[in-house]
């Protein structure tokens, strides 16, 4: 893509209520456009970003054998009368009507809607255990809604929904998840700690954050340090160790405020291990056992044929909110550096030429054809602006490999740059298995 091309409307002039360096910065660089109060366009360099982190989260919900679906963004108000949260969740909900004067709403979760499609078909329990999820709207009238995509009214999820027999396979499936949400959150280049939390209007006993430290979070949280020294990697993808992988990070302390207990903080974590900060929550997982099934009559026959409710968890991932999470964890000095795995741009081209003399745009425009055959997704410059103008634009746009086409570049050798790095000179053979792996 030409960045001549590229519709990337830049705000100069930013609202006061952009208060955090993620809803300055994706104003600033056309990522996103208010629409109303709460609810936001996506344009094309922040649709891109959303769409690799979504495909992140996809790829491993799917490594765990759950099955992509998807239900819609309208719900009927029916089930939601059947599961008793029709009254209890509030003004949190957009209600609607249809023109036949029937009460419909725009879906905040899916709990509700997924336990009607189980019903209707699942009936033993060789069918279980079950994992579904999909990715989609949701919509929640946020008395609030604030930092930009952070705290929006319409957002993007992931929501799963496990389904088992009994609690003890129940917290198998729980442990699946909490597995791919610790891998999921690496890829994305984040550390996100599990705490302990509330469940609030989804209901259950057991519930777990995933939550990132950023100063411009909206949880406070408690932690011992020693939860971000835990490898991933030691543990294995069957129960047991999956179990004992849940023990390590629960048996450390990291709590939500909601949780905190200070003579408790105080006696099970040394000093100096204490972490007292704010983070923002990317993700939230709940074990609720029969809360819906059972008033929905969500029933299955066990092995010796008795009706049982069946057991579920509901799991979900703030696709759109993590963009922001991203930015807040990512973006130092003035300077936003996208992981790789997300970046909206493999690389930029950024050549030094004027109208007058455009030898440095034509070898530019050599090397990006060069590097689109090689299926690297490439951003070139081509805008007469002075570099330094340039250097700064593209500090905030982020793509983590800069090609730097000027004094600096002889022949088929240029200067090549990752963001907050030194440069080298490099071969365009060297570039390219530098941006493959
Ligand atoms: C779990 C999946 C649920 O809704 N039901 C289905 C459960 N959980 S949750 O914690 O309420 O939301 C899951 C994640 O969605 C993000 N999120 C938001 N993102 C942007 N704006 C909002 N207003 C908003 N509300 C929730 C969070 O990342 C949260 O962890």
């Given at each position: 893509m030409y960045l001549s091309k590229l519709f990337i409307p830049i705000t100069k002039d930013l609202p006061a209520?952009?208060?955090?360096k993620s809803h300055q910065l994706m104003l600033r660089t056309g990522m996103i456009k208010q629409s109303s109060a709460g609810i936001y366009s996506w344009l094309p360099l922040g649709f891109k970003v959303m769409k690799k982190i979504e495909q992140i989260v996809r790829e491993e919900q799917n490594s765990i054998g759950a099955q992509e679906m998807l239900m819609p963004t309208i719900q009927s108000s029916e089930i939601w009368k059947e599961s008793g949260r029709y009254d209890d969740y509030g003004e949190e909900m957009l209600r609607i009507k249809d023109r036949q004067g029937r009460e419909i709403l725009y879906g905040p979760t899916n709990e509700e809607l997924i336990t009607d499609v189980f019903r209707s078909s699942v009936k033993s329990y060789?069918?279980?255990p079950q994992l579904l999820y999909h990715i989609q709207w949701k919509f929640r009238d946020e008395i609030r809604p604030r930092f930009g995509v952070m705290r929006c009214k319409e957002f993007y999820m992931k929501d799963a929904y496990s389904f088992d027999v009994s609690d003890e396979e129940a917290k198998k499936s729980y442990n699946k998840m909490f597995f791919s949400y610790l891998k999921t959150f690496n890829r994305l280049g984040l550390k996100a700690i599990p705490m302990a939390a509330d469940t609030g209007p989804?209901?259950?006993d057991l519930s777990h954050e995933f939550i990132i430290l950023a100063e411009t979070g909206e949880s406070q949280i408690y932690a011992d340090?020693?939860?971000?020294?835990?490898?991933?990697?030691?543990?294995?993808?069957?129960d047991s160790s999956l179990g004992q992988m849940r023990k390590d990070f629960t048996d450390i302390y990291a709590v939500t405020d909601e949780k905190y207990n200070e003579k408790k903080f105080n006696e099970s974590v040394d000093k100096k291990d204490q972490i007292k900060t704010k983070g923002i929550e990317v993700g939230h997982i709940f074990y609720f056992g029969d809360k819906y099934s059972k008033p929905m009559s969500c029933t299955i026959d066990d092995k010796s044929g008795k009706k049982i409710s069946v057991k579920m968890g509901s799991y979900g991932i703030g696709v759109s909110r993590l963009v922001g999470a991203i930015i807040e964890a990512k973006y130092n000095n003035n300077v936003m550096k996208w992981p790789k795995s997300v970046s909206p741009f493999d690389v930029v081209i950024i050549p030094s030429f004027n109208k007058n003399n455009k030898e440095n745009l034509i070898k530019a425009e050599k090397v990006y054809h060069d590097l689109k055959k090689q299926n690297i997704d490439v951003l070139l410059d081509?805008?007469?602006?002075?570099m330094s103008n340039k250097f700064k634009k593209h500090d905030l746009i982020g793509i983590p490999y800069q090609i730097i086409i000027g004094s600096k570049s002889e022949g088929d050798r240029f200067e090549f740059k990752e963001l907050n790095s030194e440069s080298a000179i490099l071969s365009l053979e060297d570039i390219k298995s530098k941006l493959k792996n």
């Open positions: 209520e952009a208060k955090i060789k069918s279980l989804i209901g259950g340090k020693k939860i971000f020294e835990i490898d991933l990697n030691k543990y294995e993808f069957e081509d805008l007469d602006e002075n």
